[in-house]
C-alpha cells in the first residue's frame, strides 16, 4: 500500500504546492480524497494510471477541494477510459457534474457511478452516469460504511467545518500471514492458481482431500489491517477521533500556526496543535500535516515544529511525497 501526497496547499495554490488531494494506491486500485485545481496534472505526475479501478471521496463543496474534477473527468474521456469510476461526496454532487455536462459538454463514455450521502437520513443515492437524472437506487449507510469491498472499506464521518463537510477512513480489512511456499510444496499443491487461491486464505480442494491454508501452515493467521485517516477542512471534532481511532496514518489539515488559534475557530479550521492532539486523542501511529496556508510558504517547518513537540512522530506533506505502509 502506497500513499501519495498530490496537493498539500489550502485554498490558494503555490509554487511548490498543488490544492487538496491525497491518492492511495492499493492492489490495482486507486483511492483518491478530494480533487482541488489542476489535480489532474498531479495525478499523472505521480505516474498513476488512467485506466485502473478508481475511487473518488470528496469532503465538501469548496473549490479548493472539487475543481480539479470536471477537468479530470474530461481527460478520461480523451484517454479512452475503459475501467469503472466512482465518485462519492456529499448531496448534489451528481448536480454539480450534471451542469457541467449542460453547460460544457462533459461526457462519461466509461462506467461511471456518482454516490450522494446524506448524513442527515443515513443514505446513499446512486447515479449510474451523467446521462439520467434518475437515481438508479437508495442505499442505508450502516456503521458509516459507504464503500466495502473484499479488501477494504471506507468509512465516513461528519465534521464541523462551514459547510457540510465529511472525513474519510481507509480501513483494510484483516490480512493473512506470510505465505509458505515449501509447506505448499509438502502438500503436493502445484504452483499456480491454486496458491494463488490459498494466498486469499481459501479453502481448497484436491485430490479429495480439503486443505484449510491456515490450519496446514501455508500462511500465517489473520492480523490487523492498515488504516489511513483523512480529515479533510475541520475544526477539532469528536467525531473524526472516533472514525480515526488508532490509525496507521491521519492526514490532518493544518491551515494555521498555534498563534492563529482564534482565526482558525472562526473560520472553522484546524491549527497544526490541534492536528496533534487529535492523533494522540484518536491513538494514531503517524501524523502527515497538509492543507498548508499560502502565508507558510516560506516557513511551513514552524507548523511542524509545533506538532511535534505534542506529537512526535509528525511530518509535514509535500506535494508528491510517497509513503509505503508496510
Known sequence: MELIILGSAAAIPIKNRNLSSIAIKYKNQTVIFDCGEDFQRKYAEASLKFNKPLKIFITHFHGDHIIGLPGFLFRLSLNDRTAPLMIFGPRNLFLYLLLHQKILGLKAKYPI???????????????????????????????????DSK????????????????????????????FNP?????????????????????IIEINGKIIDPVKEGIIGPKSPGRKITYSGDMKPSDSLIDLGKDSDILIHEATFAKALSKTA?????????DAANDAIKMNAKQLILTHISSRYQEDAVSLLEEAKEIFPNTILAEDLLRVILK
Open 151 to 178: 479488501h477494504f472499506s471506507v468509512k465516513y464521518a461528519l465534521v464541523e467545518h462551514s459547510v457540510i463537510t465529511y472525513a474519510y477512513a481507509f480501513v483494510e480489512k484483516p490480512r493473512f500471514g506470510k
Open 182 to 202: 515449501d509447506r505448499a510444496k509438502q502438500l503436493n499443491i502445484p504452483e499456480g492458481n491454486l496458491w494463488k487461491t490459498l494466498q486469499e486464505g481459501e
Open 265 to 273: 475557530e472562526e473560520k472553522k479550521h484546524s491549527t497544526s496543535i
Open 113 to 147: 457511478t456518482i454516490c450522494e450521502i446524506d448524513h442527515e437520513h443515513k443514505e446513499i443515492t446512486e447515479f449510474e452516469g451523467l446521462d439520467s437524472e434518475v437515481p438508479k437506487r437508495s442505499m442505508k449507510i450502516t456503521n458509516n460504511i459507504i464503500f
